[in-house]
């Protein structure tokens, strides 16, 4: 075949095995072949190879029998550090884990997409303790972005592996988290579709939490159709209940402060053309200003940031003892600022969100939000793991406009806009108040193709 079966789309690939030119075992045969021969060997923490290659023999013998379980079936899916696997233990991209007690059961949405019948490949990298959104991780190695044509460039975080393997053309989707970015940073940056979803869409059981009141589940893949099909999944539903939402009439709120601070200009050159194709295809555009957005960082400051006191609260006993030293010391460092949150701040902060997206629901209405999904491309790798300084200024403003959206409980979809600097991909963010999956997915099948432009 002219392209690898791990760089075609979900759907491409389903039309192939649903319809007997592809069989599922041939698929993962050669999924595993293209890990093998690909360089970069941080991109998975462990490859499933055994459970995998059984999966395929039974979809491919579904299949014959013509008892298939539907367009997922036969698709090979990675899975980020985070979800429990059966007869593993789940080790978060850190070595502390390593030798706690292996799962005994599959996570919800692994159970769930297993039964649909992908076929679970491997395990990807990730940032230690999903605690950063640049990627960049000490113990299993940095996953280098495959788009970089200069020199090795971060892949985002935390869902970093994810984000390369797709990229990459290793396997077609990969699942992510997302508590601050780490499923559309790493979309954005490495030139994929990344989907978070509201919390509380999908099912956690078995996913290793950062922050429980922030912590949200979505794919990495190669399109917004993809990231349909996989959430109906994700959600026990056997077909897409996802109807694509025409573009004319489409509102798009796109907001004029804190977004676009310090950003590149070839990100907001890329961001503003795919606006302009946007409205050419029938969508209408307004600019304002977003209080709630300026008032996020104003309560930062005040009483410390909601992920860092919750990150701090599970991991309290960890860092009071000798793990500390085994584990990354940024993370460490970030997350020990989580014990200047006291009680009393922590609840004044969770009625401050409360308020935050009350209001901000009122603003914003039916209307879905646009703006960049990372004010920058993805920087130089070296630097940020020389300097420690430049490191925590790199991912704070790495994180900024994707955490908006998890402070306020938005769904969200990155989608490659065109290119920036050195010729790296820029991602546009379309967000929509939370519980509107349905309406953002509908709305993303439809302006896909205008926000992409010529971008492949």
């Known amino acids: 075949m002219s392209k690898s079966f791990g760089a075609m789309s979900v759907a ?3 039309v192939l095995i649903q319809g007997g030119a592809a069989d599922p075992v041939d698929v993962a045969e050669t999924v595993f072949e293209s890990i093998a021969d690909f360089a970069d060997k941080a991109v998975f923490t462990t490859l499933l190879e055994g459970r995998a290659m059984e999966e395929a023999r039974a979809s491919s013998k579904r299949l014959r029998e013509g008892r ?19 007869g593993l233990p789940t080790t978060a991209g850190s ?34 303790f999903a605690f950063s959104g640049l990627g960049i991780n000490p113990h299993y190695g940095t996953p280098v972005n495959p788009r970089g044509a200069d020199l090795p460039r971060i892949p985002g975080g935390s869902s970093s592996g994810a984000g390369v393997a797709v990229a990459a053309g290793l396997v077609p989707v990969a699942m992510g988290t997302d508590t601050g970015g780490s499923v559309r940073i790493p979309a954005a940056f490495n030139g994929i579709v990344g989907y978070k979803a509201t919390s509380g869409r999908h099912a956690m059981d078995g996913v290793y939490p950062l922050a429980k009141s922030l912590d949200s589940l979505g794919p990495l893949c190669r399109s917004v159709r993809d990231a349909v099909w996989i959430d109906a999944a994700m959600r026990g539903l056997t077909a897409p209940d996802v109807a694509e939402r025409p573009l004319l009439g489409l509102e798009l709120l796109v907001p004029e402060n804190v977004v676009f601070d310090s950003a590149e200009p070839g990100v ?7 606006l302009e194709r946007l409205q050419s295809a029938g969508a209408s555009v307004s600019r304002t200003v977003v209080p709630a957005f300026s008032e996020i960082f104003d309560l930062m400051t005040r009483y410390g940031p909601l992920v860092t006191a919750e990150a701090f609260a599970l991991h309290q006993e960890r860092l009071a003892g000798p793990d500390a030293d085994s584990m990354d010391h940024r993370v460490v460092m970030r997350t020990r600022l989580g014990s200047r949150t006291t009680a009393p701040d922590y609840i004044a902060m969770l009625q401050a969100r409360s308020r935050l997206i009350a209001d901000t629901d009122l603003l914003v209405g039916n209307r879905l939000i646009a703006f960049p999904t990372v004010a920058h491309v993805a920087p130089p790798i070296a630097p940020l793991e020389e300097d420690d300084e430049l490191f925590f200024a ?7 406009n994707t955490a908006l959206g998890n402070f306020l409980d938005w769904c969200g979809v990155s989608i490659p806009c065109g290119t920036g600097a050195a010729g790296m991909p820029v991602g546009l963010l379309l967000s929509a108040t939370a519980g509107r999956d349905e309406a953002l997915l509908g709305a993303a099948l439809a302006a896909e193709a205008a926000v992409r432009g010529d971008f492949v």
């Not at 539907?70 to 429990?84: T, V, Y």
């Open 268 to 274: 907001v050159a890329a961001f503003e053309m795919a």
């Open 394 to 400: 790199a991912n704070n403003k790495t994180l900024r």
């Open 95 to 128: 070595v502390v884990l390593a030798a706690d007690a292996p799962a005994i059961r599959d996570a919800a949405v692994v159970g769930l997409l297993s039964q649909a019948g992908m076929v679970a490949i491997g395990r990807t990298n990730m940032s230690e």
């Open 68 to 86: 298939s379980l539907g367009l997922l079936d036969g698709i090979p899916i990675a899975w980020k550090d985070l979800f429990d696997i059966e």
């Open 12 to 14: 491409q690939l389903s």
